[in-house]
């Protein structure tokens, strides 16, 4: 059944809505309260009073968050994806050396979308694999998966990016530890501003190792942005759910009526890995590549749902084009404040 | 990477606050908003909708549906609380001014191409409650007709004729507003 004028014009309706985030906090935060008293009103309240000043204490990390006065290397946040956010990110310091590799925790980044952790290695190194005993915990115990890094051989620098950071360390700030337990020594000659094609690298053998690295930072707020039209590419319909930007990162959601997840990450046979037949994109003010999830791979798709995220390098008009092989493309434009 | 939970993923009976949050609350947001009477109130009843299915989350229970409908009701019942609360002269109010839809599609056309959304929008929070909740579900949701049903306590071809009424009580609206 096809839908008429009137119904495409509800479905396709921009209106101003709830923050969804604030929302959620403001809901976590109020589902949490105790509903019922089962100890006398004064010993409750001053144990709540003390109970409170430790909870405090520890769990608000954010109190002791200084932003960075010393100025991270350009290079290092433009890596990160961190360019607009070059103010916002946390300088931290911490060392730690195991098995000869000494690891600084430089800074630290954390938005609704994504934790980033900046760090310098001597000599240079890369993450050997990223198992499960390398993780990025928490105050309160909880990991976080590592979903990317990326070690620059000639500078020693690594950034790694895990997932967001779950309630209430949006609201309260998070203490927390990136633990690495394998690095492979990389040494690479040559120079990229000469020639980049020139430069070589090569790894040693693993080595095997105990790296602890703490830092607490805030939560970097995201705002609610206009949610562009929809788009039609084939049997493919793509309604806009949400849009959110913070000083580092544009989050996109997109629903996806018509096809299914395999048909949307389908690859064409080329010989070799075969082409994606689904790619989106972020384009930066400038026309320049600013996706967070990958050059062009449809992102991780659950469902029917994408969640794109982009980097943001300040404010303008960024834009998402997508391309379907066989039904064409469509461009669509995001103002970011 | 970013997770984001697939319908299998919630109707395990392992659902968590954080998880249902973060999968609905930009439905909820939007729905809110369709059918709110102002940011304020669109704020209160998302938060009111999500609270009551936290704390009813462990009331949820895979066996009889997905907690997708599940949700929908409580969100649901929110709302209808929130109206009665807030709107119960206004509901009045409208039921005396019923409008017969009227069915002239080219009038609809033109009327359409000079709306602006918020002028739309401005239209659809002038219909009942019970309107408002139907098309929200349907077109600001993006729910089926079945799983509107659902929702509001209805089998899916009361629903669609439900819907199919509200929308005619939207288009003759917006046709009086041009005359």
Known sequence: MTLDVLEQRLADLTIDTPDPGRVTARVMSRAAIRRRRSVPRTVAVGGGTIALMLAVLYFVPAADVVLADTPIAGELLRDAGLLGAGNRVTSVGAVSTSSGVRLQLIGAYADSTRTVLLVHAEPAVRPSGLGPTDTVTDQFGRSYFINRSMSNGLTGNIVFQAEPLAWPDAITGARITLHLTGLVPVTCTGSPSVDPKAVKCGEGPPIAGSWTLPATLGVDESTTLALPAPAQLGPATFRFTSVRSSSATIAIDIEVKGVTQEELSRRVPDGKKGKETFTIMVLGPNGEWANGNGPGAPPNEQGVHLHVYGYRFGPGEYHIHATYVGYGEFDRVIRVP | ?179
Not at chain 2, 40 to 62: C, K, N
Request: glycine residues 6%.
């Open chain 2, 1 to 179: 990477m970013e997770v984001a939970l697939s319908p299998t993923e919630l109707d395990t009976g392992a659902l968590t606050a954080e998880e249902l949050c973060r999968r609905y609350a930009p439905s909820v947001c939007r729905f809110a908003a369709m059918i709110a009477g102002s940011s304020t109130d669109a704020d209160d009843l998302a938060q009111d909708a999500l609270l009551r299915a936290v704390r009813a989350i462990r009331s949820y229970d895979s066996s009889r549906g997905t907690a997708e409908a599940w949700l929908w009701r409580i969100v649901v019942n929110s709302a209808r609380d929130s109206a009665r609360r807030r709107d119960r002269a206004r509901d009045l109010f409208e039921r005396l001014a019923f409008v017969n839809p009227r069915e002239s599609e080219s009038v609809e056309d033109a009327v359409l191409a000079r709306l602006r959304d918020a002028d739309l929008h401005a239209h659809i929070r002038l219909l009942s409650h019970r309107d408002r909740m139907l098309l929200a579900l349907r077109y600001g949701t993006g729910l089926e007709t079945a799983e509107v049903g659902a929702a509001v306590g209805l089998n899916a071809d009361t629903a669609g004729k439900a819907i199919r009424r509200a929308l005619g009580r939207l288009r003759a609206r917006l046709e009086v507003s041009q005359k």
